[in-house]
């Protein structure tokens, strides 16, 4: 690392403690926080040039960004529950998940939910109909969906998410 860069991630330490203290109420530890603002420092002090702007905007953007990555990457693993996972039932015995919930009714899979597709598709106007077939349907990833439909992939993921919505609305209706 030059000086030139070294002093820039000495003079914005403060910068990243900050924004470290800024998502310490996400579960994530402080020290993890501290550590993951000071790489994004780091990684900003490396990409930086003079001629684009402050190199604190640049900073904040990629500090956060690490931020938000390591929050999604953790949200997922909160999510997933093993079926080995024991539980108990009111008399105090305790049984596999997977024991649990059983295995699943091959008569559910015969059932023919196309009305109830069409019924639930139709109550989208065109854009979200296009997001949800191109992503949901038929499992695209939102960046080639974007593409397709000459718009941001954050576009279509907020297109996506509404058209889900309003399906789910009619669904449990």
């Known amino acids: 690392m030059t000086e030139e860069k070294e002093r ?8 990243a403690g900050y924004m470290a203290q800024k998502y310490k109420s996400t579960g ?7 550590s993951i603002s000071y790489m994004g420092l780091v990684k900003a002090a490396n990409s930086y040039q003079p001629e684009r702007g402050k190199f604190s905007s640049l900073a904040c953007q990629t500090i956060y ?14 999510h997933c529950i093993s079926l080995d996972s024991e539980r108990c039932n009111r008399d ?13 009714d091959p008569d559910i899979r015969r ?8 019924e639930m598709i139709s109550c989208l106007n065109r854009k979200e109909r296009l997001a949800v077939e191109l992503v949901v349907v ?10 397709q439909m000459g718009i941001s992939q954050s576009y279509v993921s907020g297109l996506c998410k509404t058209g889900l919505e309003k399906m789910r609305r009619i669904y449990f209706a």
Do not use: W
């Open 8 to 15: 820039l991630v000495l003079d914005n330490l403060r910068l």
């Open 28 to 34: 994530i530890d402080f020290d993890e926080l501290i």
């Open 65 to 78: 960004r690490d931020i938000m990555y390591c929050i999604r990457k953790r949200k997922h693993s909160i």
């Open 92 to 104: 105090g015995d305790s049984y596999p998940l997977q024991e649990i919930l059983g295995t699943e």
């Open 111 to 118: 059932l023919d939910n196309t009305g109830l597709y069409e």
């Open 138 to 147: 038929r499992g695209e990833k939102q960046r080639t969906a974007a593409e």
